[in-house]
């Protein structure tokens, strides 16, 4: 098991990443439960292939859990199933001290650190993520939010759990389809900020896709120390170092938003897309080699990640995608920052990219390969 800090002054935590740790949960979350029973949120899925271990962990330590589920799926990130939410908490008579339990992936997550964020003017709340995704990114680092009929995440706060307990036995019922998705945001640590990592990614990255126990270990363990390092220097994304963790976003929020943010492209799949993209614009400018782009976009295909937005058959031009990125909510001041590479391992934040220019490129990617 490792245990990672996530140092932040008077809001720091722990992240334990470990194979089976789910079981131990009553012991590693003791300081954190204050009564006999526990507030848990999840959706329906994490509920039914995790929710009877945390019961039984719990349990373990003379503790009952009381369940919040969802239905699975983006839907349950609403101002109704917030208020929901609310509603039963405060019906429950949770206290400012309490722990609100969230169990399940980034959706699950982002919710219910939002309700603990917002209700009594802050709560506590401990994450218990069950997706590589969340295991990796949405769990760690405090943002919270749901989405709005206007976009994702457009309403939220940054409110940092108290413990993030990542068991990655839990990946075990994980479909391949998002194991992969999970797997782009992890093999992001290494483009943007630790070659050494890139070139373990590109050795192991099958391990990691495969669930071996070792690979799958030290892949978490590596993001979570990653992100508890940038998160530890920007908790709020003021100073760049934050927004670095964007990498690929900016090109893989417009290929979600022109596919419909539905299941043809998951967003970790969007986001693995964004980073070829992000690579091969960086060659475009000579911030990197050709072979560097052509490294990034190696690693992705070879984790059976999409590496060619041509074979999206999206029915749209680079104008049309560099449109969606107009909304994207990382716009400042007229501006958007793209993430771009000057080396592998090496990101930085561009705010003079031209939109003309992006929309040529992309234009050159639809028709490509
Ligand atoms: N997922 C990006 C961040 O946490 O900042």
Partial sequence: MAVI???????????????????????????????????AVADRNS???????????????????????????????????????????????????????????GVVGDLTGFAAAVLKRGCGFVQIPTTLLAQVDSSVGGKTAIN????????????????????????????????????????KYGILGDADFFEWCEANGAKVTARDPEALQYAVTQSVKAKARIVAEDERETT?????????????????AETGF?????????????????????????????????????????????????????????????????HDKKMDAGTLPFILLSGIGAAFVDKQVDMADIAAFLSEQLQAH
């Fill in 47 to 105: 509920h039914a292939a995790h929710g009877e271990r945390l019961e039984t962990a719990l349990g373990a330590t003379g503790v009952g859990v009381d369940w919040f589920i969802a239905e699975a799926g983006e839907g349950a990130k609403s101002w109704a199933v917030l208020e929901k939410l609310i509603d039963w908490l405060l019906e429950r008579g949770i206290e400012r001290g309490d722990h609100i339990f969230a169990l399940g992936g």
């Fill in 240 to 256: 760049g170092k934050r927004a670095l963790l964007n990498l690929g976003h900016t090109f893989g929020h417009a290929l979600e």
């Fill in 5 to 39: 800090r996530v140092e932040l002054a008077g809001r720091g935590y722990d992240v334990q990443v470990g194979n089976g740790l789910l079981d131990d949960a009553g012991s590693l979350a003791k300081g954190f439960i204050r009564k006999d029973r526990v507030a």
């Fill in 262 to 326: 539905s299941d043809i492209l998951l967003h970790g799949e969007a986001v693995a897309l964004g980073m070829v993209l992000a690579a091969r614009y960086s060659a475009r400018q000579d911030y990197i080699s050709l072979d560097d782009a052509a490294r990034v976009t190696a690693a992705i295909d070879k984790a059976g990640l999409r590496s060619e937005i041509a074979s999206l058959g999206m029915d749209c031009s680079g104008a049309d995608l560099a449109a969606h990125m107009l």
């Fill in 148 to 187: 709005t009929s206007a976009g994702k995440n457009l309403v939220g706060a940054f409110h940092q759990p108290a413990l993030v307990l990542a068991d990655t036995a839990t990946l075990d019922t994980l479909p391949p389809r998002e194991m992969g998705a999970g797997y782009a945001e992890v093999i």
